[in-house]
């Protein structure tokens, strides 16, 4: 029996054990806590019974010895330490626009060994891999931003953090954001003339992403007016419409 003397860290039965070549014993998470991580752990065999299968003539303890694979002069003890995968978690996106915006993120734990990569992965489809779109910001632990860039307007994305270790690469929760997209509208012939006032004329064919808060018309006497010049704000509006707009203020005969 595989036992501990000071903490009864954990046994194991010896009667399946081969009596020539290599024995394999499976540690459970209880029994790794009498394993040194550093330096030497001694263990000892104690059975009513030998390797050899012969009676025994009392107590009988076999130290297991530290060897290389292939010596015949002692058994070894082979330990694999599987270091666990970091801890990260995702934040929601901010600073969106139409082709870009900012993952945010924190790796809350390194998993007991050195980051060697973090960043951002992100695709149309759930759960983003590192086989998707990614950024690697640079960095170990703690909170951290990263740019997303070169995204289609109008779309909705997945995002998740990722950060990687020795023991392997972990992923925040998904979280989506929609990038925005320009409105679409089209203007019509000017209507209801007067000398100082008109009625514009406008069709708003495409809401965009998000819903436009405010529309209208605008005008000059110069050409290709903007909201620069004189305009009409009709508000905000959720649904693709027709839509008229008093014009006024205006000069006669211009």
């Known amino acids: 029996t595989l ?6 860290g954990g046994e194991l039965s010896t009667s399946g054990f081969v009596t020539n070549g290599y024995n394999t014993i499976n540690l459970t998470t ?6 040194n991580k550093g330096g030497m752990t001694k263990l000892g065999l104690f059975s009513n019974r030998d390797i050899a299968g012969n009676a ?3 107590n009988e303890y076999v130290i297991i010895r530290s060897g290389n694979s292939g010596e015949s002069s002692w058994p070894y003890l082979y330990i694999e330490y599987t270091l666990p995968a970091p801890t990260v ?6 600073g969106i626009t139409t082709t870009s915006a900012t993952g945010n993120g924190n790796v809350t734990s390194d998993g007991g060994s050195a980051i060697t990569e973090r960043g951002f992965v992100w695709a149309t489809t759930v759960n983003p891999t590192t086989s998707n779109n990614k950024v690697i910001v640079a960095g170990t632990t703690g ?6 860039t070169g995204l289609n307007p109008g779309t909705l994305y997945h ?3 990722y950060a990687i270790n020795s023991g392997g690469t972990s992923y925040g929760s998904d979280v ?6 320009s409105p679409t509208v089209t203007t019509q012939a000017v209507s209801g003339i007067g000398t100082t006032t008109a009625t514009g004329n406008g069709i708003v064919t495409d809401l965009g992403v998000p819903n436009p808060t405010q529309y209208g018309v605008v005008w000059n006497t110069t050409g290709n007016p903007t909201i620069a010049d004189n305009h009409t704000a009709e508000g905000t509006v959720n649904s693709t419409v027709a839509f008229t707009s008093s014009m006024t203020g205006l000069t006669s005969s211009t």
Do not use: D, E, L
């Not at 036992?3 to 009864?8: C, E, K, L, P, W």
């Not at 209880?30 to 394993?35: A, E, F, L, Q, R």
């Not at 989506?176 to 997209?181: A, E, G, L, Q």
């Open 89 to 94: 978690t995702t934040q929601a996106v901010t």
């Open 143 to 148: 909170a951290f931003p990263g740019a997303i």
């Open 56 to 58: 025994p003539t009392g």
């Open 159 to 161: 995002v998740r953090a």
């Open 3 to 8: 036992s501990n003397y000071s903490a009864g």
């Open 30 to 35: 209880t029994g790794k806590s009498w394993i």
């Open 176 to 181: 989506t954001f929609t990038t925005y997209k």
